[in-house]
């Protein structure tokens, strides 16, 4: 990931603003990994030309939304938003496999958004972020090792750059089971011959539509993948789902 230097703010009077978006546009890209520690006050202050209170501001909405933690006598730490808590799917011997089905519905929904904004909106930086995601993605296929973080990191950069921060913020709210379904859908996929590079190739053709600008066919790429992963967990998902049945008047509710 290249290292990109931070640079005053070109209006100091939206101070926190600009750097909270500065700051957390060079976390969602990987500048500042997980568990990184970031510059102090004093030299935040210093590469924005501000004063400490307003880089502590900034830095204090960060850590109200989750991306980072101070540590006492430390310093201030990028978290690990694998393991924040957020909405979570309880992974384990006993799945709740009506939540897993529903977690993958919102997703469609979700996501789908995510990618049309991203393909109309993306910069070369979202674009550098989630390259470096498919990459990683395609050598853990080829290794076969675990490519949840960054399978994960890979939808996150899409959400990022939709360059809509509530879009981002929905999409962080349903980080954990995020992570829990993907884990689940890539475990699934490794004990089955040719589903990991399957499961590769939507990948591809999601990043491509969003590289291109193809608002149409990003959605499209969504809906291909995320319809296929529930369908290689033997879920259904959408207008097959069984329906309640709806009730004749008021007095049935």
């Known amino acids: 990931m290249p290292d990109f230097e931070l640079v005053a703010v070109s209006k100091p009077n939206r101070f926190p603003d600009e750097i909270t978006a500065v700051l957390l546009k060079r976390i969602d890209a990987g500048i500042y990994q997980p568990g990184s520690k970031l510059p102090s006050t004093r030299e935040l202050a210093d590469l924005f030309h501000v004063s400490p209170p307003i880089v502590r501001e900034a830095l204090s909405r960060l850590k109200y939304d989750g991306y980072i933690e101070p540590r006492q006598g430390s310093g201030v730490y990028v978290k690990d938003r694998l393991s924040s808590p957020s909405l979570r799917l309880d992974v384990g011997m006993d799945v709740d496999h009506t939540l897993l089905a529903d977690t993958y519905e919102v997703r469609l929904h979700v996501e789908q958004s995510c990618a049309e904004l991203a393909a109309l909106r993306r910069s070369t930086l979202d674009l550098i972020s989630m390259r470096g995601e498919l990459e990683q993605m395609a050598l853990a296929v080829r290794n076969r090792t675990d490519g949840t973080a960054a399978d994960v990191r890979f939808h996150l950069a899409i959400a990022s750059a939709t360059h809509n921060i509530a879009m981002l913020k929905l999409v962080k709210f349903l980080h954990g089971s995020l992570a829990d379904s993907v884990k689940m859908a890539r475990a699934n996929s490794d004990r ?23 608002p149409k066919a990003a959605r499209q790429a969504v809906r291909t993948h995320l319809e ?21 008047t008021s007095r049935d509710i």
Do not use: N, S, Y
């Open 192 to 214: 089955v011959p040719g589903h990991p590079e399957k499961a590769q190739q939507e990948h591809e053709a999601l990043f491509k539509a969003i590289e291109v600008g193809d």
């Open 228 to 248: 296929g992963a529930p369908k290689r967990l033997g879920l259904r998902i959408g207008p097959a789902k069984e329906k309640a049945p709806i009730p004749k």
